[in-house]
């Protein structure tokens, strides 16, 4: 080991001995060398030090391993999951996630209690709790951070439709808070009122909605929905994408490409955790020792590190070393040194002995569809040809092979299911035909020949994909099936693009025909991958398939303003039959996602839905007080 | 005087090369570089919103308006705010260039110390084994990876798998101990494949130097040949040296080292640049387009002045 390497302070004679000149000098660039190195991060506490700052040896650090990061600390630009890790970290949202019930439960956080809705379903009275401030920052008058009240919810949201914001969340919310697209059409002017939001005194709010919305507490768990002080956003301007200030757990120290630092808020709420009204399970959560954070207040740790680690060797060599990273999801090359077995999920037993670790089902799928606003491929003038082209696409999907599509890309241990309502939502059916992720090479050779496809009259499918090695050689794989059924391999035609932004073009400007991608949910509900084939959501809407089917529309709608109920899920399945019938879609596969942790942090780390919610429970065990707060 | 004089002549000459760079690199941009938009709207969107948000990236404006934009930008040094981050572009620049440059320097100033060194002894011994054995290991080390190298690095100097003696990742420097800690794996990795590079260079630089008629003089006349090879082979060599080390001094503040900095978690200016030039986030990427092209421009006239120190026969005129 390096001397040195554990930051340790210093002596200040150490550093400043008396020496001749010459070694002076050399002393003094030395000095300012250093200086250079270490003048790096982005410190983003302006305010001095809080009162109580743990010495480096004693401070309970947790440093968690993510392979990407967040390119803003915006709530209203909390896109993503690697965003939301801190956005609901450093900042407050109404309503939170259960730690440890599965599937996912929602509960209040900031907010007093469940809220008072009208019978109608469309108006909601929401009180939040009294006390909140939000962390002290030059922002406020004397630095000192001010109670967190109603207005600043009401103004948080409708940042999302403040042109001047650029926000990316206003999609949650348009057209369901009635007098938000209003609002913003008079000027976005924050002085005035949208007829659904208001602070009603300072601690309540009421939302009032065109119809219901059963999953609109579910936004409000998002980083999108998140609560900022207006004077914070109007101290930094545009920088406040990389100044948080909130009343979230966790203070943001610094923050670059290679990390974020964060410190425990030492005003933050104190809420005593009952492991039980959070979910726990002893059978399946009892080994990882969090009955330890049982009746304590979170958070338990006094520094939080997020390392944005791209690259996965480098991730879980900084996991394996033992005093780095503390978590990481297991990258697919390292499945075997972990892995026992597949089928099920166990751990090799020197990975147990040395990491606590889970495997679950990512929230979300990959899936390819078929963008059917191509003639050649979907609607046509033509019914004669739109009838061939469906039995063209149909085709291609048997041709499809999900087993070996899991083995190579994902380890082997994804969940290959039909349709798109995934394995982690409750209206998943596990007892669906497994016909359209059965590959039949007979049956789509078959198909083509009945009806009129052969080798000269079938169409150039473009596959259009990010320039990567793994895509591409999911592409050669995709061709080498289609050739099977006959379909020439120079048709099927690889366009690479240099970057996602430029894919995402093409699909949202309907320039491809075929569509590969992967979807996260934003909330535990079916209808978020519903509405991926939800015909006014075509493009540049998510509905990247183009898929217009009158009977789907209607049932969707009928769908979406009902709370969750047997007929509901009965709507659902139709829907997801539907798109299975038209041959809209090769789908899908399910990620299962690794998850191992050093022995000494006392957590249920889990990256699905917002991702990052249970940081604020994490503790650290081995410290010199004994891990005690 | 005259020095003044020249540097303002080749300041004012350099202006022609920084608008031809920029010119040609905003141009790539606007039209060949990946379009933000997508990455800046939500799920959803509309036209409308499409339009928006193009709107106030400035995708909407002649590339004519753009342009001037851009160079007014570069004249008063403010290129605005990331389109990404929201940062400010001087201050991200301000805080990610330092950390690449205490990266790389000790990696760049030994690569080439060394090579030098293993140059005048490889030319020295032209032809014998110690001469082989010292380009064979240079022909090693360019034909490795840089990847495969820094990968390798890494496992065998840093990981458990291997001698765990440094950080895998990180700069979390308060002391010279943590600076050395960190720095060390990056440099060995840089000096590795530099010195091939190098290497083989300076090798061939000296080499031809050795042949030429006064250095058979001064070893006729008996000069030992540590004398020979720093008083009468070396300094004559500095012009294609100097010409090499100030003309890679640009690449490394403005790029710095990408993969090094992915790699080790370093939070320098060629992570940076990479996440501007992938995302199309502009305003970096003028920034850096821009400084690049006006330290090139210093390092020209760097260079000539040097080369006028080394061999007083250059003239500035």
Known sequence: ?629 | MELLQYTIRKLLAGIPLILGVTFVSFLLMVYFGPDQTYQLIGKNPTPEQIAEVRAQLGYDKPFVVRYADYLRELGTLDFGFSDSTGEKVSVLLGRTIPVSLALITPGFILGNLVALMLALIAAHHRSGWVDKMIMGLSVVGMSISFLIVVIAFQIVFSSSYGLGLFPVRGWNVHSPGDYFAYVAVPTMATVFVALGYNTRFYRSVIVEELTRDHVRTARAFGVPPARLLYRNVLKNCMIPIITRIVFSIPLIVISGALIIETYFGIPGVGKVTFEAITSGDQPVLKAVVGLTALLFVLAQLVTDILYRAVDPRVSLK
């Open chain 1, 1 to 629: 080991m390096v001397p040195g390497y554990h930051r340790r302070p210093m002596p200040a004679a150490a550093l400043w001995p008396r020496r001749p000149p010459a070694a002076r000098a050399c002393a003094v660039a030395a000095l300012a060398w250093l200086l250079l190195a270490s003048g790096c991060g982005r410190d983003t506490s302006s305010s001095g030090p809080p009162a109580e700052v743990p010495t480096a040896a004693s401070m309970k650090i947790y440093r968690h391993g993510l392979d990407q990061g967040p390119s803003s600390l915006d709530p209203a630009q909390s896109a993503n999951i690697y965003a939301n890790h801190v956005a609901i970290n450093a900042y407050d949202t109404l309503f939170s996630y259960q730690y440890l019930a599965r599937p996912y439960q929602l509960k209040p956080n900031l907010a007093a209690g469940w809220p008072e809705i009208s019978a109608d379903l469309l108006e909601y009275t929401i009180h939040i709790k009294q006390g909140v401030h939000f962390v002290d920052d030059p922002a406020f008058p004397d630095g000192i951070g001010r109670e967190l009240t109603a207005e600043d919810f009401v103004y948080s949201i409708k940042r999302h439709f403040d042109p001047a914001t650029r926000a990316q969340g206003a999609w949650l919310w348009q057209g369901r808070i009635a007098g938000l697209e209003e609002w913003k059409a008079a000027g976005a002017d924050h002085a005035k009122e949208a007829e659904g939001l208001v602070a009603l005194d300072r601690y309540t709010i009421r939302i009032r909605l065109t119809q219901p919305y059963p999953q609109l507490l579910d936004t409000l768990t998002q980083g999108y929905s998140a609560i900022v002080p207006r004077e914070a956003v109007a101290y930094y301007g545009r920088e406040f994408a990389v100044h948080p200030v909130g009343s979230g757990p966790f203070r943001v120290v610094s923050y670059d490409t290679a990390r974020i630092v964060m410190d425990r808020n030492p005003k933050y709420r104190q809420e005593p955790v009952d492991i039980w009204e959070e979910g726990y399970d002893p059978a399946t959560q009892g080994e990882f020792g969090l009955e330890r954070i049982q009746g304590r207040s979170p958070p338990f740790i006094d520094r939080l590190e997020i390392h944005f680690i791209n690259e996965s060797s480098a991730r879980w060599n900084s996991f394996a070393k033992g005093d780095e990273v503390q978590y990481v999801t297991v990258p697919n090359e390292q499945l075997d040194r972990v892995l026992a077995t597949r089928d099920p999920v166990t751990f090799r037993q020197e990975i147990s002995d040395r990491y606590f670790g889970y495997a679950g089902l990512e929230a979300g799928f990959v899936f390819m569809a078929f963008n059917l606003s191509y003639p050649e491929f979907g609607y046509n003038p033509d019914p004669e040809r739109e009838r061939r082209n469906k039995a063209l696409r149909c085709a291609i999907i048997k041709a499809f092979d999900w087993p070996a599509r899991n083995e190579s890309f994902y380890g082997g241990i994804g969940a290959v299911f039909p349709g798109i309502i995934v394995p982690v939502v409750p209206e998943f059916d596990p007892d669906m035909s497994r016909e359209s992720v059965t590959r039949d090479v007979g049956g789509a050779r078959r198909l083509l020949g009945d009806n009129g496809w052969n080798a000269e009259n079938l169409p150039v499918l473009t596959y259009g994909t990010t320039a990567t090695v793994l895509n591409r050689l999911m592409y050669e794989q995709f061709r080498a099936w289609l050739k099977e059924i006959g379909y020439p391999p120079e048709k099927v035609v690889l366009k690479p693009y240099a970057t996602f932004g430029d894919i995402s073009r093409a699909w949202k400007e309907s320039e491809l025909p075929w569509v590969s991608k992967g979807w996260g949910l934003d909330y535990p509900d079916a209808e978020n991958t519903l509405q991926l084939f939800y015909g006014p959501n075509g493009s540049p809407g998510s509905n990247d398939a183009n898929y217009k089917n009158p009977e789907y529309d209607a049932l969707f709608r009928q769908a979406k303003v009902m709370l969750p109920s047997p007929e509901r899920t009965a709507i659902y399945q139709r829907l997801n039959q539907m798109v299975i019938d038209d041959c809209v879609a090769v789908t899908g596969v399910t990620r299962t996602r690794v998850h191992l942790w050093h022995k000494n942090v006392i957590a249920l780390p889990d990256r699905e839905i917002v991702g990052g919610f249970f940081l604020k429970y994490v503790d650290v065990a081995d410290v010199p007080n004994g891990g005690e707060r």
